[in-house]
């Protein structure tokens, strides 16, 4: 292993692997002791070119001679650009821009509330899910499914009703009894929560609900939006539209950045005044999302996730579908969760040393979030290295 990495300054928020990655380019980095890994994270479903794009290089390059950051007194071309171009590929009419995934759930939230508002309710209640996860500011962290989030911010914002994941009779069950409901509010496919996808068919009954109740239908696509499971969102495989969809992570291929993309019942809801942001919308940003968007389609990369996804996952189920200790594997395209029957942290460790990237989430889940680059021979390697690491941690430990 490397020498440990000390940051006596930083506050110790993160319980840091004692490595230190130093550049990259497409599916590799190396650290700066020289060692190279596979990158089979991503920075967590951020940098969806992987590193060192040429095009993405290029762009920020000459972005950052002409403007970095200008706020939000004057018009920006570059957020009209990338609002419509977002716009034409979700079939939804609006867009705000901000900096990260809370910012674009708590806007959301916002949203659900103003709407409940405006229809004179006045203390709105959104429905929220078990084992959801959808930030770290308050209202967020109050949204999200998972009692460790909770611990010590106590109290929680209030107005969130909570159900479990894929049951519709659930939902039914608020609606008669919650009139204060304005807003359902879910990931398409779960990720810190374990990737646990909500099936299309739930998603239809969701959406049809939402439409006779009048309740905004919100879709945190923070973790599974941006081309990763095949589509560029991942609710289009159900054939819904929500009217309310957070954006963030492999938005920027790493530039901050976080989106909520609105359709009609939600776009005019937040008026002048209502909402804003300092950072959100500055031409870096802007240009880091366009080019994405741009070398996403000029590189076939949905294709590819959907094709290298589905390689992965055969691959991953022809080593360990079979192992006593491994209950599930599943996810879509490139967001793939291996869910073990005990608590396996130190896979994330193991991996480490032997060359990749990836993370364990929910305790038992070994998550994969490769870039969209990630091609079939990068995949057979990921496998090659995880298979064996998974057997043996199996072997040694008792579920
Ligand atoms: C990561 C994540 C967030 C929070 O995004 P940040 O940019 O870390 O604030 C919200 N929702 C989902 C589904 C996420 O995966």
Redesign the pocket.
């Known amino acids: 292993m490397n020498a440990p990495v000390s940051m006596p300054h930083v506050m110790p928020t993160y319980g840091r692997l004692p490595v230190a990655l130093s550049h990259g380019e497409g599916a590799r980095v190396w650290d700066t002791e020289g060692r190279r890994y596979l990158d089979a994270l991503s920075g967590?479903a951020v940098n969806t070119l992987g590193h060192k794009h040429p095009r993405l290089v290029a762009a920020l390059q000459d972005q950052v001679e002409k403007m970095i950051h200008c706020c939000n007194y004057y018009q920006v071309p570059l957020q009209e650009e990338l609002a419509s171009m977002l716009v034409e590929r979700s079939g939804l009419t609006n867009v705000f821009f901000c900096n990260?995934?809370?910012?674009a759930?708590e806007a959301a939230l916002k949203i659900a509330r103003k709407y409940g508002h405006d229809k004179g309710i006045d203390r709105a209640e959104v429905v929220v899910y078990e084992k959801a996860?959808?930030?770290?500011s308050i209202a967020?962290l109050s949204a999200t499914g998972n009692p460790k989030v909770h611990a010590g911010f106590e109290p929680l914002v209030e107005g969130f009703v909570r159900v479990p994941l894929n049951d519709i009779a659930a939902l039914e069950e608020v609606a008669r009894t919650r009139p204060n409901v304005t807003a359902v509010f879910l990931?398409v496919i779960q990720?810190?929560g374990g990737i646990n996808p909500a099936r299309a068919e739930y998603l239809q009954a969701v959406r049809a609900l939402c439409d006779k109740q009048g309740w905004l239908l919100m879709l945190?696509e923070?973790?599974c939006g941006i081309g990763r499971t095949g589509k560029w969102f991942a609710h289009q495989w159900s054939g819904i539209q929500p009217d309310v969809m957070p954006l963030?992570?492999g938005l920027g291929s790493g530039v901050p950045i976080?989106a909520v993309v609105c359709g009609p019942k939600a776009a005019n809801v937040l008026k002048p005044g209502n909402h804003g942001t300092t950072f959100g919308g500055n031409p870096l940003a802007m240009r880091a999302g366009v080019e994405t968007l741009k070398t996403m389609e000029a590189d076939g990369l949905m294709a590819n996730a959907a094709a290298v996804g589905a390689h992965l996952m055969t691959a991953l189920k022809r080593e360990l579908g079979d192992l006593p200790g491994v209950k599930d594997i599943r996810g879509q395209g490139l967001m793939i969760g291996i869910e073990l029957d005990r608590p396996c942290g130190v896979i994330l460790s193991r991996a480490l040393e032997a060359g990749l990237l990836l993370s364990v989430t929910a305790d038992t889940v070994v998550r994969l979030l490769p870039p969209l680059i990630f091609t079939t021979a990068e995949a057979d390697e990921c496998v090659a290295i995880l298979a064996p690491i998974v057997r043996t941690f199996l072997s040694e430990t008792q579920a």
């Open positions: 967590i990260s995934g809370l910012e759930n996860f959808h930030g770290r967020t990931e990720g810190e945190d923070v973790q963030a992570k976080g």
